[in-house]
């Protein structure tokens, strides 16, 4: 039988019942079918209503590693001196074969014997100059004070390419050593070259040392321990790189040492994996003392490994969800389950892929697209009026002044709405303050292009990978819609494992490195050939200015998605192959399986009276030894009122899938509630 698409409108969301709170939402919100999210594959089973993100801990996320192992915070202390050595020893040899490695490497590079000499001698300096060398401290000191003139590499004809091996050489191989470009003025002309540094790790009576809170003082890094401290980051109602943001202040430095495999949800309580380069795990294990971060963060499970992590390498996520306020049998809840999980869903991007508020992010996309930066600002200021009503008054006057063309009277409003937008303390304020910051800069007043380039690059990012998810989304309804669920003549399969892809946001990959090619992917081209193939095999392709993104050869084809882009006035997305934003924000294209199913899919209902309830253990539950506050009576009425039922739902997604997306096949009008303060 032809199973036919089913579309259903997302109802907004309300306030919940008896919880004495006005709920402060959007007068028009998004809508799944805004998105390109319009069917489903369970359209003809009976489905209950149920609320969906209630409390933060009503949402579990823990990564699985590519091993399958589920990742838990289970200890907060550092490891203890002896498991360190342990650590140590098993290195050594691999620290010293690196050496020859990194000399071997360089000597390639430098060519010239008088240089590959220079370089092999100033590497034995640095190693004698170390506090634990053999050499005196007398040779020491004269040796500290020569390596301050550094070494210097000559490069005047050499690309940024040939200059970035060295950079990377160096801080593969040569821990105690830094490089940087430099330049020099040699017989009355400047010549450009690199230079390398010894590291800072020579200064007396610092190394070992350790602070009164207990962690160490930043020193040289042990030659024998491994550069990257990999660790479990717990959260709660917190994002990702806010998290890594806030570790990186507390310990003095960059965000950009941490790495991880994936982002995770915001609104929710999180595990994942961070690796952290050269920093001791009794720095990150202080982190956890009363007033040193939030409660809501915690770090954990400490080790030292060779590698650090990279975006995309996990298999997927583990997702606890509880659905709270549902009206169905224990039989109906099972039958719908086994349906779910055996035919699986549409491989859907989630609302949450295109923003919680009024104004979807593919939105502002369209306008950086074109070039309209004003547009695209004051889109990005527009979607969060509903977050709080005090702005939107402020808000207007300042639009109204800009659309009158009164600067005058726009920077008067923009200072008022900039200091509203500081006083507002509810955490959403803290990219639009930016933004009013810099649009009354005293030397450049209004200059939306400057403005919007105050924005983090991943969120940039986010804006033109969620239109390519929203043509996704529509494309593969119309799929849907038009063949089922079947592989079809004109169908992309793959025939193995599709290239790694990596996550800029939750909820997956939209594109692929530069220049990938897809040697795993066919056209289906008979219907013979389509019987071969499974439908976790078909794929569809997110659209990018690319030649060589294969599109199906059926009704649903290159074509389709040109039309819907000019619907959107936003077709360069996929015509503009010589577009700066291309590079600027990794708009490269790339393939997403259709249909996907779910594994370990486990179950059980429960009963509560307060949506306040809690219903499921948190890993810090468990360090805790708290237990849920369930409720084991029987329905009947209470002081409080009668009670509800709740589903606790457990199951493993690949990475890249939305855990909502499984849930709408078995339920309708989900509601996603503001979490309670917890």
Known sequence: ????????????????????????????????????????????????????????????????????????????????????????????????????????????????????????????????????????????????????????????????????????????????????????????????????????????????????????????????????????????????????????????????????????????????????????????????????????????????????????????????LVLRKIEATDESISQLLKCASEDGFINYFGLQRFGTTSIPTFAVGIEVLNGDYKKAVLLIMKSRLCMDPNFQPVYDEFEKAIEAEDNTSALKHLKEASKTATQINTGWWGLETNLLSKLQNPHSPLNWHSAFQVIPRNVKMLYFHSLQSFCWNTAVSRRYEKYGRKVVVGDIVTTGDLPEESEETEGGPTSTKKGMQFPNLTVVQTEEEAAKYSVSDIVMPLPAPVKELVYPTHEVNKQTYIDLLKEKNAVDLI????????????VYGGYRKVFNVPIGVQWETKQYKHLSDTLVETDMDLLREKKPETTTTTNQETEQGELQKALVLSFTLPSSCYATMFVREFCKDLSFEKPSKQ
């Open 1 to 320: 039988t032809t199973e036919m698409a089913e579309t259903e409108k997302r109802p907004r969301d309300e306030a919940p019942e008896g919880s004495g709170k006005k709920q402060r939402v959007c007068a028009q919100s998004t809508t799944e079918e805004d998105v390109g999210i319009c069917c489903r594959i369970s359209s003809h089973i009976p489905r209950f209503t149920a609320i969906v993100k209630q409390r933060w801990s009503d949402f579990l996320v823990n990564e699985v590693a590519t091993d399958g192992t589920v990742i838990r915070l289970t200890n907060l202390e550092a490891p203890k001196p002896a498991d360190e050595e342990k650590e140590k020893e098993k290195q050594p040899a691999q620290e010293e074969d690196k050496s020859e490695e990194g000399m071997t490497a360089m000597n390639a590079i430098l060519k010239t014997d008088e240089l590959c000499k220079g370089f092999d001698q100033f590497v034995q300096n640095v190693k004698q100059a170390k506090p634990d060398s053999s050499a005196s401290d007398e040779e020491r000191t004269k040796l500290q004070g020569e390596l301050k003139a550094g070494f210097w590499i000559p490069a005047p004809d050499w690309t940024k390419e040939q200059r970035t091996t060295v950079h990377k050489t160096i801080s593969q191989y040569f821990p105690d050593m830094s490089s940087e470009v430099s330049e020099r003025k040699i017989d009355g002309k400047v010549h450009k070259g690199i230079i390398l540094h010894a590291g800072q790790n020579f200064r007396k009576g610092r190394k070992g040392q350790w602070r009164r809170d207990g962690s160490k003082r930043l020193s040289a890094w042990p030659e024998n321990t491994p550069a990257y401290c990999h660790f479990h980051l717990y959260k709660e109602n917190t994002d990702t790189f806010a998290a890594i943001s806030m570790i990186a202040s507390r310990l003095n430095t960059v965000g950009k040492i941490f790495n991880i495999v994936g982002t995770k949800d915001k609104r929710g309580v999180t595990v994942q994996q961070v690796s952290a380069q050269k920093i001791h795990a009794e720095n990150l294990a202080a982190l956890n003392r009363p007033g040193r971060l939030p409660n809501r963060i915690r770090l954990g499970n400490f080790s030292y490994k060779p590698d650090r992590l990279e975006l995309g390498k996990l298999f997927g996520n583990r997702f606890t």
């Open 575 to 586: 015509t503009n192959e010589e577009a700066k934003w291309k590079d600027a924000y990794a």
